[in-house]
């Protein structure tokens, strides 16, 4: 049982290049999110889909954007990168109908923007 | 909006002793509480979350936390802890209204010394 898998675990970019980072989920979730890990700020969150069709903004928007390709998968791109988008990213999906909030995450992306 | 507050960067302890790991929340409206753990080079895992009922909530593996409205706290505990508990603690709060998200701590590292 794969869970939530991230492609790709590392990737190294320069500045103004574009990518996407990729998320699946095997569970039926509904809700999926892309989170930021920083050191010394914990897990912020970028973007999420509550359901199938719908997106919304979290705390950390600028620079990102998403697309809900399906129910299992989430993707995050990065139109313009920026050193300051250097971090280790993490998808999460959630069964979304009740939430009461667990998350089931993946192993992450580390991003290095140089 | 809420936030969450984890006062503590980094805990070292040594094996076999008792353990805290402070965690207080802001929240203008009802909410969940978890405590998430993260080991070296994974994604996050749900170690224990508080939804209604007893304050006192506990784990599989020894650890425990209660909520503590009065004083918004969540603190997490364990009487005696292992060299296998090192690893990042975030504290996180979901409301029950509004964005359907978690809001995350910025951590804190254990670190147990033999």
């Known amino acids: 049982n794969a869970g939530v898998t991230q492609t790709p675990k590392f990737q190294v970019l320069k500045t103004g290049q574009s990518m996407t980072l990729q998320c699946a989920q095997d569970m039926n979730h509904n809700s999926m999110y892309w989170y930021r890990q920083d050191p010394g700020m914990g897990l912020r969150l970028i973007y999420y889909s509550a359901s199938e069709g719908t997106t919304d903004k979290g705390e950390v928007p600028n620079g990102y954007n998403v697309s809900r390709l399906n129910k299992r998968e989430f993707s995050l791109r990065l139109e313009s990168a920026a050193p300051s988008q250097t971090s280790v990213y993490f998808c999460?999906?959630?069964?979304?109908?009740?939430?009461?909030?667990?998350?089931?995450f993946g192993e992450g992306s580390r991003l290095t923007v140089l | 909006a809420q936030s969450v507050t984890q006062l503590d960067s980094q805990v070292p302890v040594f094996e076999e002793a008792p353990v805290e790991l402070r965690c207080n929340y802001s929240?203008?409206?009802?909410?969940?509480l978890f405590w998430y753990v993260q080991y070296p080079n994974q994604g996050l895992q749900l170690l224990l979350k508080?939804?209604?009922?007893?304050?006192l909530v506990e784990s599989i593996n020894g650890f425990e936390a209660e909520f503590n409205k009065s004083q918004t706290s969540f603190h997490l505990r364990k009487p005696s802890v292992h060299i296998s508990d090192t690893a990042e603690y975030f504290c996180?709060?979901?409301?029950?209204?509004?964005?359907?998200?978690?809001?995350f701590g910025s951590g804190t590292r254990l670190q147990v010394q033999p």
């Open positions: 508080y939804l209604s009922g007893s304050t």
């Open positions: 996180a709060v979901l409301s029950n209204t509004g964005r359907r998200a978690l809001t």
């Open positions: 929240s203008s409206v009802s909410v969940y």
């Open positions: 999460a999906s959630n069964p979304g109908i009740s939430n009461t909030g667990e998350l089931f």
